[in-house]
């Protein structure tokens, strides 16, 4: 739970912008992308640990440098993203705030290692290590559209100019009237 210091809530400042990505945090769509993320993470490991190890025996030299490559870099991608997936999880369950995750998250990076690639052997690893990192690549790309849109700062609503304006001006310059700004 939330220590008493920190009166901080989840809930958006009363009069600013919605954050739609804190939003999504909170809603089915997460779950549903946190469920994703947790379930891959167990396929991966259940196919690297079983299946997987009977696969990479069959690889050319330069095959299994790329299995071991692929693979390290698979279950690295995909531990950083289970982290990402905890982190928000816990503020969703009001274990953390919103801010306590901010200044947590500097801990969980969630770099780009890498997909689908054409490197020499990649075309020779399994279908299934593939079709992971594949999916993996995937819901990297979802996470971290998610996470710019929860932590990079968003341009408040008076900032915006209103893409209008210049066309209602030129029409009350045409008849003949003053425009009264906001």
Do not use: C
């Not at 220590?3 to 804190?22: A, L, M, Y």
């Not at 690295?76 to 816990?90: I, N």
């Not at 995937?138 to 100019?161: F, G, S, V």
Request: proline share 4%; no cysteine.
């Amino acid at each position: 739970m939330a220590n008493s210091k920190d009166t901080e809530t989840q809930h958006e400042p009363v009069g600013g912008p919605i954050s739609f990505g804190r939003k999504a945090l909170s809603s089915e769509a997460f779950l549903s992308l946190f469920r994703e993320g947790m379930s891959l993470l167990e396929e991966t490991a259940d196919y690297l640990d079983g299946p997987g190890r009977d696969d990479s025996r069959d690889l050319s030299r330069i095959g299994s440098l790329s299995y071991a490559a692929e693979s390290m870099k698979l279950t690295t991608r995909l531990m950083q993203m289970a982290s990402w997936l905890l982190l928000h999880r816990a503020v969703n369950e009001g274990e953390m705030t919103q801010k306590q995750a901010a200044r947590e998250k500097s801990k969980v990076k969630l770099q780009d290692l890498g997909g689908e690639e054409s490197s020499s052997g990649f075309d020779e690893l399994p279908e299934a290590l593939r079709e992971l990192i594949a999916r993996s690549v995937r819901l990297q790309d979802r996470i971290h559209n998610l996470d710019k849109q929860i932590y990079e700062p968003t341009e408040p609503a008076e900032a915006r100019a209103n893409p209008l304006s210049d066309q209602l001006d030129m029409l009350s310059a045409a008849l003949g009237a003053t425009r009264q700004r906001d």
